[in-house]
């Protein structure tokens, strides 16, 4: 059964520094997303992303972050500059369509230090 | 602007019993309502969701819930748990509008089922 997949599994990074997460979606899926889990709260949405733009974005999503979609398969989340509140479990998801089931991946886990 | 409660944060219940897990949403437009799992150091599943038609959806493992839009409620049931539905339950919603719908989920703030021996 196809699957999303994400990488890498854990990352460790310094207060300040730029990470970009990556994932792969299921490959004939047009609708990606980003969500994130802060330890012991809630998923939240971060952006939509559809025919190679954000079609929607939560307020958490501000100018530190960024998506792309550079080759077709990959899809990144960039944040620039990152902050201690940026530690999270980040999940990319994709659907076929904006209505159908979202497919999440096994998630990233942010740890800023 | 729509939101998801989950009043339970932790549900203890002894293997074999019965469980409800409670979901109300609220939302001004007409919406989809999914339940995903998500067990310990996994990502999240989808447990089963209600888009339209027959308001009781069931899942593969025993799992149904009622959309019942009087009560703006998408209780999760289950008649008889096993050690291995121990994990953490989310309910979400989106937008049932087509039209620019961009699909993106509204999650609630979890349930902890912990099922004992």
């Known amino acids: 059964e196809p699957e999303v997949t994400q990488t890498p599994s854990h990352q460790v990074t310094q207060m300040g520094q730029e990470v970009i997460l990556r994932c792969v979606p299921i490959?004939?899926?047009?609708?990606f997303y980003w969500y994130r889990q802060i330890l012991g709260q809630k998923v939240e949405f971060l952006v939509s992303?559809?025919?190679?733009?954000?079609?929607?974005k939560s307020e958490i999503f501000d100018d530190q972050f960024s998506v792309e979609r550079p080759d077709g398969s990959n899809f990144t989340l960039k944040i620039r500059s990152t902050k201690l509140e940026d530690s999270a479990m980040y999940f990319c998801?994709?659907?076929?369509?904006?209505?159908?089931?979202?497919?999440f991946g096994p998630g990233t886990r942010l740890t800023v230090l | 602007a729509q939101s998801v409660t989950q009043l339970d944060s932790q549900v203890p219940v002894f293997e074999e019993a019965p469980v409800e897990l409670r979901c109300n949403y609220s939302?001004?437009?007409?919406?989809?309502l999914f339940w995903y799992v998500q067990y310990p150091n996994q990502g999240l599943q989808l447990l089963l969701k209600?888009?339209?038609?027959?308001?009781l959806v069931e899942s593969i493992n025993g799992f149904e819930a009622e959309f019942n839009k009087s009560q703006t409620s998408f209780h999760l049931r289950k008649p008889s748990v096993h050690i291995s539905d121990t994990a953490e339950y989310f309910c979400?919603?989106?937008?049932?509008?087509?039209?620019?719908?961009?699909?993106?989920?509204?999650f609630g703030q979890g349930t902890t089922l912990q099922v004992k021996p």
């Open positions: 490959s004939n899926h047009l609708y």
């Open positions: 979400a919603v989106s937008d049932a509008i087509r039209s620019g719908n961009t699909g993106k989920l509204i």
């Open positions: 209600y888009l339209s038609g027959s308001t």
């Open positions: 992303f559809y025919n190679n733009e954000i079609s929607e």
């Open positions: 998801a994709s659907t076929l369509r904006g209505t159908d089931t979202q497919y």
């Open positions: 939302s001004s437009v007409s919406v989809y």
